[in-house]
């Protein structure tokens, strides 16, 4: 592309730079706009539209490319471990053996909360949506960790982010054992972090816990998939958050808050529910009928993607570990699979999908394996937060640590009343 745009408003012809990255789309920089012609750009959703520089994720939407630092998502998901990614993420490179050992000691002792948690947590309903509970105990970090709140200081930001990685899956364990009335387990430093989180999760006092290896080693590679995702909604909310200088705690939180919509990390949820409704294959076609028909509101969750127009790369290896814990427990004909693999058929042939680019995305087959694995569907949503927090903190400290960051100020196109005068109230019709 060349070097150089031009644009003309109210008959100005200004130049703007284009600029390329490693691989991707170039960026027509149109940070002069305003200055130079008075106009705004308008690109409602910011579907055309780069946020940031950043080295730590790249997607290939047609493709069906995912790339951490540069390393196929399918890679990474089949040969490292979840720590491994995290490590991966915060420092740019794999680790070494002695750094992956350095780093899994220090995640591990940052497992537990402060025991004034506990109280914190007896303020919720026992029917509260755990992702209500984990907005809020995530945000009530910051009440807890004043040293590790200076956003300025490289050192707290180090240890803020070791501590949110760490102590995430311990929180949405709370938020699942106090969901059933269960007592709290603390996390145990002979465990690697998927085992501690299933433990956590599934012990009680009454006798030891043993973790299935299958079902760490799936929900393990269920983490790595769901590790980052570029500047999706939940990442550019925390960047915006943080672009302020809010505490990463509080970011992280507001983070959270958006991955909750049914359109975000929600759709995992909504997805199973929407199996679980659809019920049997022979239901499928009605229901993908629905989908079609603009005037109904029904939408396929789990289908489609703003970035991905081909297959999710997520969705193929997802789809993999699904029939592995369902052979793990001798479930290959669940039911709930078998509509999906039905729905899957059905509108990847439907002329619908085909010119809408519309493919199962990695919410489609999750929610089967986090049921089969013995989560409810409230806790789907919750396992993607845990998982995607190490992402939204390498997003947050690589926006933190960009010299050209700034406070996030959108515009707007203003389409209400003019300047009118005030009426008092005996004059109004
Ligand atoms: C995640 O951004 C990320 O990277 C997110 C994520 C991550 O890792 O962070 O990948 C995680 O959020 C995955 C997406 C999970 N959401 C769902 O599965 C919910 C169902 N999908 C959609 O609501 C939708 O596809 C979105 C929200 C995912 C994407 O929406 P877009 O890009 O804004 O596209 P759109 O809503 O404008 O849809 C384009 C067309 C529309 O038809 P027209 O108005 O052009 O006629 O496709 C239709 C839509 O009606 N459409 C669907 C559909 N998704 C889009 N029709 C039926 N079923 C669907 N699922």
């Known amino acids: 592309m060349s070097a150089a745009s031009t644009i003309t408003v109210d008959g100005k012809e200004i130049e703007m730079p284009v600029r390329s990255g490693t691989i991707g789309p170039d960026v027509v920089d149109i ?3 305003y200055a130079k012609t008075g106009a705004f750009t308008f690109d409602p959703g910011f579907t055309s539209t780069a946020s940031c520089e950043s080295k730590i994720t790249y997607i290939d939407g047609d493709e069906g490319v995912l790339l951490y630092r540069g390393y196929p998502i399918e890679q990474l998901a089949e040969q490292g471990d979840y720590l491994e990614t995290c490590y991966l993420m915060l420092f740019g490179e794999l680790p070494t053996a002695a750094q992956k050992a350095d780093f899994d000691y220090r995640v591990t002792r940052h497992t537990m909360v402060h025991d004034q948690m506990n109280r914190f947590f007896t303020g919720f309903r026992r029917d509260a949506h755990p992702m209500a509970v984990m907005v809020a105990s995530v945000g009530a970090l910051s009440a807890f ?3 590790s709140t200076d956003i300025t200081d490289e ?3 180090m240890i803020a982010s070791m501590r949110m990685i760490a102590k995430m899956p311990t929180l949405a364990a709370m938020a699942y054992k106090y969901s059933i009335g269960q007592p709290f387990v603390y996390p145990k430093n002979d465990l690697d972090y998927t085992s501690n989180f299933l433990r956590m999760c599934y012990a009680v006092p009454c006798e030891e816990y043993v973790v299935n290896p299958v079902f760490a080693k799936a929900l393990d590679k269920i983490f790595i998939l769901h590790a980052d995702h570029e500047q999706n909604a939940s990442t550019s909310t925390v ?32 997805a199973l529910k929407m199996l679980m409704e659809i019920g049997k294959p022979e239901n499928v076609a009605k229901y993908v009928a629905k989908a079609k028909d603009k005037n109904d509101p029904f939408r396929l969750m789990g289908f489609g993607h703003r970035v991905y127009k081909n297959y ?13 814990v369902l052979k793990e427990l ?25 010119e809408k680019k519309l493919y199962p995305n990695i919410d489609f087959y999750s929610g089967i394996t986090l049921k089969a694995m013995g989560f409810p569907t409230d806790m789907f949503t919750v396992l993607f937060a845990v998982a995607r927090t190490v992402g939204w903190i390498a997003q947050w400290a690589e926006m933190i640590e960009d010299p050209m960051q700034k406070i996030g100020r959108p515009r707007q196109l203003y389409v209400g009343a003019p300047r009118r005068d005030y009426v008092a109230v005996d004059a109004r019709g």
């Open 31 to 33: 940070s002069k706009l």
């Open 145 to 147: 960790y004043h040293d």
């Open 155 to 157: 050192t707290q930001r």
């Open 239 to 270: 960047r915006l958050a943080g672009s302020s200088g809010a505490n990463p705690f509080a970011c992280i939180a507001a983070g959270i808050a958006c991955l909750w919509g049914p359109a975000h990390g929600g759709a995992n949820e909504a």
């Open 312 to 324: 999710d790369p997520r969705a193929r290896i997802m789809q993999a570990t699904t029939h592995q």
């Open 330 to 354: 001798g479930k290959n004909d669940d039911p709930l699979l078998e509509v999906a693999v039905q729905l899957e058929q059905i509108a990847l042939k439907d002329e619908y999908f085909i």
